[in-house]
C-alpha cells in the first residue's frame, strides 16, 4: 500500500499524542529534571527563567528572541551536559491533550508551563520543519516561519554517558 505525503504528514502529527501516559514514558531522576523514555531525551522541567521547587516552576517564564535563547543553551550546556535547544519534532512530541489546566503538555512532567511559543533550533534561512515552533496553549498548535520573542525549554540526548544528577538546573 502506497502512503501519499498527507497520509505521512497526519501519521508524524498524530503519532506522538499516543506514547503513553506520564507512568509509562516520563521518569523524574532528579530534582528539575525529566527523562523521556520514549524519544530518548532528558529535558529541563522548567522553562527558561523559572526554578524547580516542590513539585512546580517558580516564577515568571523569560520570551526571547533567538539569539538569546542560543546564548542562554550554551550557558548551561557542559560536557557532561550538553544542553541544547529542542529540534521541532522533539518539542512536538511532548504536545498532548490538554489537561485541567489548559495546557496540551503533560503538567506533571511540565509544571506552570506557560502559554505561548517555544523555541526550536532553527535552520540556517529558508522554509522547513525546523523554521516551527509550538505553543502548548489549549489543544496546542504549531506555526512556521515566525519571528519574535518566545519561551526556552532545553534538552539533551539521553544516553549512557549521561548522570542526571550532574547536571544542574537553573
Known amino acids: 500500500m502506497r502512503r501519499g505525503p498527507l497520509t505521512l504528514l497526519t501519521m508524524l502529527i498524530v503519532a506522538p499524542l499516543a506514547l503513553g501516559n506520564t507512568a509509562e514514558r516520563f521518569r523524574f531522576p532528579a530534582d528539575g529534571l525529566?527523562?523521556?523514555e520514549a524519544q530518548s531525551l532528558m529535558w529541563m522541567r522548567c522553562s527558561m527563567g523559572q526554578t524547580f521547587h516542590e513539585q512546580g516552576c517558580r516564577g515568571e517564564a523569560a520570551s526571547v528572541g533567538l539569539d538569546q535563547a542560543d546564548a542562554y543553551a550554551?550557558?548551561?550546556?557542559s560536557a557532561?551536559?550538553?544542553w541544547r535547544l529542542p529540534r521541532?519534532?522533539?518539542l512536538r512530541s511532548l504536545m498532548q491533550e490538554p489537561d485541567d489546566t489548559a495546557v496540551a503538555i503533560d503538567s506533571t512532567a511540565f509544571p506552570d508551563t506557560?502559554?505561548?511559543?517555544?523555541w526550536n533550533q532553527v535552520s540556517a534561512g529558508g522554509h522547513s520543519q525546523q523554521d516551527c515552533f509550538v505553543d502548548f496553549t489549549g489543544n496546542g498548535r504549531t506555526r512556521c516561519?515566525?519571528?519574535?520573542?518566545f519561551h526556552v525549554r532545553l534538552v539533551m540526548d539521553l544516553d549512557a554517558s549521561t548522570t542526571p544528577a550532574s547536571c544542574s538546573t537553573p
Do not use: R
Open 145 to 149: 516561519n515566525m519571528a519574535g520573542d
Open 88 to 90: 521541532f519534532f522533539e
Open 114 to 118: 506557560p502559554h505561548g511559543w517555544y
Open 80 to 82: 557532561d551536559c550538553p
Open 74 to 77: 550554551a550557558a548551561q550546556a
Open 34 to 36: 525529566v527523562t523521556d
